[in-house]
């Protein structure tokens, strides 16, 4: 029988973490929703008020709040920095990658266990939200526990499975709502009815299961009840909200589906597949072959399993599809909270594709389609290496010999994994390795909030004299300058001794106000992530980045 050797399988995960790590410490945090949260994290730090949240000193509703404690915590410990705000969400991904492992060896052997935890730990969305870090890194973290827990306590009846099970999902609740109670739920109530199991159904524990969960939520939602039910009509969003304990339990997920929630986007039954097609590189294509397999298998046995045969990862993935693809209001990294799931069905076709002779006839056609989609992606790297921005010409040198040794991969002779699985991790880990070391970084150089704090906080400017007008600056600079920045609805607001962050176009304004008006600093105010192609060409980008002007009204220094 085929085995993963040990070594190979520690050393991509290693692989793996180290380049998840380079991003943590070498990707400026990006607008809109990771500078945000690092932001709260870091004023919730500041006021100590951990129980009520606040986004720039207003009330805060959007998101519970699980990963601005942790992140907090790690501030509090390590300083502010954004690294000390990515590293809990770190290790909730390594988490994820270990409870998939686990999860799959309860129903599978080790060699499709190990393929789990690899598929997960190399698909392109780990790769991204460990830096780019919002809910989703720390819920896959909570959920991906509590199925492992759940299944363990199914199959084993003991105590200390069920307890971490529920404790994961409270958790989970506080990381990102209901969903976390939702997932566990949809991927083992079909897998307990297609085994007949009805006695699962009907399990006394469940009650206990629930009062762990209500236990668990009460700091939250007292301060829920102090923040909102207290003082009902406050605004989020521009609309008034009688209470916030409703909002979190009810509108701000179910009510995606009722209309209560006021966010309308992205609402075609496909959209989340679609970009499943980046998200789950390399592995889409034999993740949906994957799928695909297992509903034939579960036709041919007419929906029912054995004793020894599971449900979970497959049901639990297109249940959850079925349900966040019905949403009004859909964004790509919705669905990453059961790629766990799609890991494990990933790789049982893995498995049975390259280490059984049952799907001989599939492997040299999707071979070729991978060496061929993989060679261009080193050919795309090696381009963003070149052309978009000022890289040190030994790093498009590098990328070239990374194209060179996957062809020598593509043609070795002998290797300790099978050829697909090769290129594959060797393609998906090292083209990250260039995009979180030379182009990330100089894509995030064109947003004006790190551009802007770098140089308050070098020039040692008097923060409290600075305002904005005239401008979305979003979270970055208010993190990075460790200071809240107003913003002023006038020129008149400003006085002679202050300084104003606003757009070039605006200074006119301000000259004609304040005549002795200095521009001590002009950067640019790109929205990174929305890359178009105009920016990346260096010809147009001029025309595509405005620009931002830091001004001293007056002439005192």
Known sequence: MFMIPNRVYRLILSLCALVYLLGMFLVPLM?????????????????????????????????PPMLFWLSALSMKILGVHDWAYRLPSF???????LSTYRLARIYYSREIAQLSAMVLASSQALFLITHDVRTDTMLMGWVALSLWQMAAWYETG?????????????????????IALMVPAFAFVPHVVLRRDWKQLFRWEYLVGVLIIAV???????????????????????????????????????????????????NHFTFLLENMLWSFLPWILFFLLGLAFSVKELLQKRFHLSGSEEWVSTGGFMVTYCILARSQAQLPHYIFVVFPLAAIVTARFLYRLLFTSDLLHWKKPLLVLHAIIFALLWVAVIVLMKWPFNVPAYVTVLAVAGLIGFFVILFARKLRLPLVLSIALYTVIGVNCFLSTAFYPNVVSYQLGNDAAAFINTRHLPKEKIGLYGIHEGRALHFYAEHIFPTKLSVTDFKEDEMVITMKDSLPLFTRT??????????PHFGVTALTLPFLNPATRDQEVPKYVLVRLGNRP
């Open 31 to 63: 607008d809109i929703d990771a500078s945000q949260y690092a932001s709260i994290s870091r004023e919730m730090l500041e006021n100590k008020s951990f129980l009520q949240v606040f986004d720039l000193g207003y009330d805060y509703l959007d998101k």
């Open 91 to 97: 290790f909730f991904a390594l988490l994820a990658v």
């Open 158 to 178: 003991r105590w200390k499975y069920f307890l971490v099970a529920f404790v994961a999902i409270a958790c989970g609740m506080m990381t990102k709502g209901p």
């Open 216 to 266: 668990m939520l009460v700091p939250m939602s007292i301060g829920l009840y102090q923040q909102f039910d207290l003082h009902p009509g406050k605004m989020i969003n521009g609309v008034p909200i009688k209470s916030g304990l409703r909002f979190y339990y009810w509108t701000q997920s179910f009510g995606r589906y009722t209309g209560e929630n006021v966010f309308n986007e992205m």
């Open 514 to 523: 304040f005549p002795q008006a200095t521009v001590l600093h002009e950067g």
